[in-house]
């Protein structure tokens, strides 16, 4: 099983968000086969809280705007790691010492990873 082409057009526009936010090291992960319950996770990192929120805030706002909402959002108190689930995909916007200590790519390193399109076409119109 594969990414559904909704998840891309997601992870584009949430990856477009997060780049317009300064934020850093995006990867995408096709994680469809070993969970039936989202298809990518987005994984960004931030360099403060405050850019945590940042991030977060614009990905939501992004995937408003195109009829997405989140179904579960978790973190935003501690701003530490944000959990944003849009249900095919989910974004982690984690601050740059959590990304590290949770290593989520080590953890589904069998996963393939999705390029991440932050320039040019792609987002739905």
Same mark, same amino acid.
């Given at each position: 099983?594969?990414?559904?082409?909704?998840?891309?057009?997601?992870?584009?526009?949430?990856?477009?968000?997060?780049?317009?936010?300064?934020?850093?090291?995006?990867?995408?992960?096709?994680?469809?086969?070993?969970?039936?319950?989202?298809?990518?996770?987005? +994984? $960004?990192?931030?360099?403060?809280?405050?850019?945590?929120?940042?991030?977060?805030?614009?990905?939501?706002?992004?995937?408003?705007?195109?009829?997405?909402?989140? +179904?579960?959002?978790?973190?935003?108190?501690?701003?530490?790691?944000?959990?944003?689930?849009?249900?095919?995909? $989910?974004?982690?916007?984690?601050?740059?010492?959590?990304?590290?200590?949770?290593?989520?790519?080590?953890?589904?390193?069998?996963?393939?990873?999705?390029?991440?399109?932050?320039?040019?076409?792609?987002?739905?119109?």
């Amino acid at each position: 099983m594969t990414a559904s082409e909704n998840a891309l057009q997601l992870v584009a526009i949430a990856a477009r968000a997060a780049d317009a936010k300064g934020g850093e090291d995006l990867v995408a992960l096709d994680v469809s086969k070993p969970l039936p319950l989202a298809d990518v996770f987005l +994984l $960004v990192s931030a360099g403060s809280e405050r850019q945590v929120l940042a991030i977060a805030d614009e990905i939501e706002e992004k995937l408003a705007e195109h009829g997405t909402h989140a +179904l579960r959002r978790e973190g935003r108190s501690e701003a530490r790691w944000v959990l944003l689930d849009f249900g095919d995909l $989910v974004v982690h916007v984690f601050h740059q010492e959590e990304r590290v200590y949770y290593a989520l790519e080590r953890l589904w390193r069998d996963c393939p990873v999705i390029p991440v399109p932050i320039d040019g076409p792609g987002e739905p119109a």
